[in-house]
């Protein structure tokens, strides 16, 4: 897919990597871009092309609102997230299911209710932004990297059911963006305007997974081999 005139809607377009998509979608020349996110007034995109939607993926009425006004799109961005940092043994069951509902439930939600628009467009794209802990878990991430893998599997599911209408699904995978959502991370971090350029390079070339950094190549690597090897040296690599 060749990103020039085409419309976008991006999920969580307020902050962080959505509006970093946002901003390179724009300047690849993007004809439209509807900039979702739950408080659409806190967006601060100053381009004739851009239209605020509120969108809360927890909030199925506001989804199918943002579906309704936005028939016209053809490139679906799925990057709202949250990371309540629960542990899932010990930790609030509540925050547990808040993530599995954000992740998953919540992204289906709004590709089931945009998969119309994009058949009635040609079929289109949709990128879904995953983690590399879609692959494996660190200490204080299990409910966030269950939520990403359930959505990891769900990426790759939707792939297969959406290839008869003509839609291109993408996983993007990466580790730590230095954005908001990272703020307690102390490791390195990339620059979160990677992510949307790695991506729509990807969709020119019709990938369906895009691996954005390096430590994400190594995790993936990783899983062919004796997992009990990955998570020791994960463990010497976090004991500093």
Do not use: C
Not at 60 to 87: C, F, K, M, P, Y
Not at 158 to 169: D, K, P, S, Y
Request: no cysteine; aromatic share 4%; proline share 4%.
């Amino acid at each position: 897919m060749d990103v020039t005139g085409q419309i976008a809607l991006v999920t969580g377009a307020n902050r962080g990597i959505g509006r970093q998509f946002v901003l390179e979608l724009l300047e690849r020349g993007a004809s439209k871009v509807y900039a979702t996110a739950r408080r659409p007034e806190s967006l601060d995109l100053d381009d004739p092309r851009v239209v605020p939607l509120r969108l809360d993926l927890l909030d199925h009425e506001s989804v199918a609102a943002a579906a309704a006004a936005a028939q016209d799109v053809t490139l679906l961005i799925n990057n709202a997230g949250i990371a309540t940092g629960a542990t899932l043994v010990t930790g609030d069951l509540a925050d547990v299911r808040r993530e599995l509902d954000t992740h998953l439930w919540g992204t289906l939600d709004v590709i089931r209710e945009l998969r119309p628009a994009l058949a009635a467009n040609g079929g289109g794209a949709i990128v879904n932004v995953l983690s590399a802990l879609s692959w494996f878990v660190a200490p204080g991430t299990g409910s966030y990297a269950i939520a990403k893998a359930a959505e990891w599997s769900m990426t790759n599911g939707v792939r297969l059911e959406l290839a008869g209408q003509g839609t291109l699904v993408q996983g993007v995978l990466l580790g730590a963006a230095d954005t908001a959502i990272a703020a307690g991370y102390d490791g390195p971090k990339i620059d979160p305007r990677e992510v949307p350029r790695t991506s729509l390079d990807g969709l020119a070339a019709g990938s369906i997974e895009v691996i954005v950094d390096d430590w994400t190549a190594m995790v993936k690597a990783s899983l062919a081999g004796d997992p009990a090897a990955f998570y020791a040296e994960l463990d010497a690599l976090l004991a500093g």
